[in-house]
C-alpha cells in the first residue's frame, strides 16, 4: 500500500511518533489480547510457572505435627516471535506532521499485525508463527450436534472449566457461526432470541452469561470457550520502527517497517474449552 499527500486526510508523519500508534492500536484490536492476559517482558524469553500438583493437606490433631508438602511446580518457557509490517508512503508526506496522517500509518500496520497475530492464536501456524490454540494436545474438548440448536454445549464448557478449577470469560466464535448462534429462538414460534445481550455492550453478545466475541481467524464449527487466566498473550515490550528512504528511491518514497515480538502460552491446557459441531456424517 502506497499512500501521498495528495491523499484526503494525510498531511505528514514523524518517525519517532510511530509506536504508540501501532502498539495500542494492536492491543485493541486483536481478539487474542482481548481474551487472554497480555504479559509484557524485556528478556528474550519469558518462563512462565504452572503447578502440576498442588500442596497436599490433611486433618491434624491439636498438638500434633503438620507434615509439610510442597506440592510440585513446572515452568513453560516461552519466546516471543517476530511478527512485522511494511507499508509505503511519499517523501513528502514522511517529511511533513499532522495527527490524521499518523492514524492513517499506525492504524494500517496495527490492522495487518492484529490480524497475523489471530490467525497464529486461534490457529496452528507453521513455524516461525508461535504454537496457538489449535496445536494443543491437552486441551478439553465438547462435542456438539451436527448444527447449532441450543446452548447445551457451553454450559458443559463453563462446567468442564469449573471442574479444572477456573472460569470461562470469552467465548469466540468466527461470524458464521455468531450470527446462526444469534438466530436461535427461546422456543418454536418465538421471536425471543437465545442468546442474552450485555448491558455494558449493546451490540455484544452472552452465552449463559459469559461474553461472545468474534474473529474471522476461528476455524467454522469451532466456538472457543477460554480462561482469562490460563490464558496468555506474551508481547516483548520495545517495538522496532524504522523508516528507510533507500529502499524506494527511484519513486521517492519511504518505507516504514514495524516488528513487534509475540508469542502465547497455555501453562493448563485442559482448562481451555473447544466446543465444536459434528462432523460425523
Same mark, same amino acid.
Given at each position: 500500500?502506497?499512500?501521498?499527500?495528495? +491523499?484526503?486526510?494525510?498531511?505528514?508523519?514523524?518517525?519517532?511518533?510511530?509506536?504508540?500508534?501501532?502498539?495500542?492500536?494492536?492491543?485493541?484490536?486483536?481478539? +487474542?489480547?482481548?481474551?487472554?492476559?497480555?504479559?509484557?517482558?524485556?528478556?528474550?524469553?519469558?518462563?512462565?510457572?504452572?503447578?502440576?500438583?498442588?500442596?497436599?493437606?490433611a486433618w491434624? +490433631?491439636?498438638? +500434633?505435627?503438620?507434615?509439610?508438602?510442597?506440592?510440585?511446580?513446572?515452568?513453560?518457557?516461552?519466546?516471543?516471535?517476530?511478527?512485522?509490517?511494511?507499508?509505503?508512503?511519499?517523501?513528502?508526506?514522511?517529511?511533513?506532521?499532522?495527527?490524521?496522517a499518523?492514524?492513517?500509518?499506525?492504524?494500517?500496520?496495527?490492522?495487518?499485525?492484529?490480524?497475523?497475530?489471530?490467525?497464529?492464536?486461534?490457529?496452528?501456524?507453521?513455524?516461525?508463527?508461535?504454537?496457538?490454540?489449535?496445536?494443543?494436545?491437552?486441551?478439553?474438548?465438547?462435542?456438539?450436534?451436527?448444527?447449532?440448536?441450543d446452548?447445551?454445549?457451553?454450559?458443559?464448557?463453563?462446567?468442564?472449566a469449573?471442574?479444572?478449577?477456573?472460569?470461562?470469560?470469552?467465548?469466540?466464535?468466527?461470524p458464521?457461526?455468531?450470527?446462526?448462534?444469534?438466530?436461535?429462538?427461546?422456543?418454536?414460534?418465538?421471536?425471543?432470541?437465545?442468546?442474552?445481550?450485555?448491558?455494558?455492550?449493546?451490540?455484544?453478545?452472552?452465552?449463559?452469561?459469559?461474553?461472545l466475541?468474534?474473529?474471522?481467524?476461528?476455524?467454522?464449527?469451532?466456538?472457543?470457550?477460554?480462561?482469562?487466566?490460563?490464558?496468555?498473550?506474551?508481547?516483548?515490550?520495545?517495538?522496532?520502527?524504522?523508516?528507510?528512504?533507500?529502499?524506494?528511491?527511484?519513486?521517492?518514497?519511504?518505507?516504514?517497517?514495524?516488528?513487534?515480538?509475540?508469542?502465547?502460552?497455555?501453562?493448563?491446557?485442559?482448562?481451555?474449552?473447544?466446543?465444536?459441531?459434528?462432523?460425523?456424517?
Amino acid at each position: 500500500m502506497a499512500m501521498y499527500t495528495s +491523499a484526503d486526510g494525510i498531511g505528514g508523519i514523524l518517525p519517532e511518533q510511530y509506536g504508540p500508534l501501532v502498539v495500542e492500536p494492536v492491543t485493541r484490536q486483536s481478539v +487474542a489480547m482481548q481474551v487472554s492476559t497480555v504479559l509484557s517482558t524485556g528478556q528474550h524469553t519469558m518462563n512462565i510457572p504452572r503447578v502440576t500438583e498442588d500442596p497436599s493437606a490433611a486433618w491434624v +490433631a491439636e498438638g +500434633a505435627e503438620i507434615t509439610p508438602d510442597d506440592g510440585a511446580l513446572a515452568e513453560l518457557s516461552v519466546t516471543p516471535r517476530k511478527v512485522a509490517g511494511l507499508t509505503i508512503v511519499s517523501r513528502e508526506l514522511a517529511d511533513d506532521s499532522t495527527p490524521g496522517a499518523l492514524k492513517i500509518v499506525g492504524d494500517g500496520l496495527a490492522r495487518s499485525i492484529a490480524d497475523r497475530v489471530d490467525a497464529a492464536f486461534f490457529g496452528a501456524l507453521a513455524a516461525p508463527a508461535p504454537a496457538g490454540l489449535e496445536s494443543l494436545t491437552g486441551l478439553t474438548t465438547i462435542t456438539g450436534p451436527t448444527a447449532w440448536e441450543d446452548l447445551d454445549p457451553f454450559a458443559a464448557a463453563i462446567a468442564a472449566a469449573d471442574g479444572h478449577g477456573t472460569v470461562i470469560t470469552s467465548f469466540v466464535a468466527h461470524p458464521t457461526d455468531a450470527l446462526l448462534l444469534a438466530q436461535l429462538k427461546e422456543s418454536t414460534g418465538s421471536r425471543r432470541p437465545l442468546l442474552g445481550s450485555d448491558p455494558t455492550a449493546p451490540t455484544r453478545r452472552v452465552v449463559q452469561g459469559v461474553p461472545l466475541l468474534t474473529s474471522p481467524r476461528v476455524t467454522q464449527g469451532t466456538v472457543w470457550a477460554l480462561p482469562k487466566e490460563r490464558t496468555f498473550v506474551v508481547r516483548r515490550q520495545e517495538v522496532s520502527m524504522e523508516l528507510s528512504k533507500d529502499a524506494y528511491f527511484t519513486s521517492d518514497r519511504v518505507a516504514i517497517r514495524a516488528i513487534m515480538r509475540v508469542t502465547f502460552a497455555f501453562p493448563h491446557e485442559a482448562a481451555i474449552v473447544r466446543v465444536q459441531l459434528d462432523e460425523t456424517p
